[in-house]
C-alpha cells in the first residue's frame, strides 16, 4: 500500500512561485495526480504524471504549474509559477488507481 507524504506550500504574493513536493512510498511506480481544493468546492483535477514522466494539465494551470518526478527519490514535484489569488486552496496529491492521498498542503495566494 502506497503512502504520500506531502511538503512545501505556504503563503504567496501574486505573481509567486511555489514548490510543492510527494514523497511515494511503496515499491511501484504510480501516477500521481494532483487536486486543488477550495472551500465549499470538492477537490479538482488539474494535472498528473506517469511512471515514466508524461505529464499534462488542465487548461488553467497550463504554462504556469510545471509537474516532474525523480523516481531515484521517490518524489513528485508541483512547480507553481505566476501564482493568482484563485490558486488558493489545499493541494493534495494522490496515487491514481488507489485511494491514496497526500494529508494536502495549504497554498495561500494573497497580498
Known amino acids: 500500500q502506497a503512502q504520500l507524504v506531502q511538503s512545501g506550500g505556504g503563503l504567496v504574493q501574486p505573481g509567486g512561485s511555489l514548490r510543492l513536493s510527494c514523497v511515494v512510498s511503496?515499491?511501484?511506480?504510480?501516477?500521481i495526480a494532483w487536486y486543488c481544493q477550495t472551500p465549499g468546492k470538492q477537490r479538482e483535477w488539474f494535472g498528473s504524471i506517469s511512471s515514466d514522466g508524461r505529464a499534462n494539465a488542465a487548461d488553467n494551470v497550463k504554462g504556469r504549474f510545471t509537474i516532474s518526478r525523480d523516481n531515484a527519490k521517490n518524489t513528485v514535484y508541483l512547480q507553481m509559477n505566476s501564482l493568482k489569488i484563485e490558486d488558493t486552496g489545499v493541494y493534495y496529491c494522490?496515487?491514481?488507481?488507489?485511494?491514496?492521498w497526500g494529508q494536502g498542503t495549504q497554498v495561500t495566494v494573497s497580498s
Open positions: 494522490r496515487a491514481v488507481g488507489t485511494n491514496v
Open positions: 511503496g515499491s511501484i511506480l504510480y501516477t
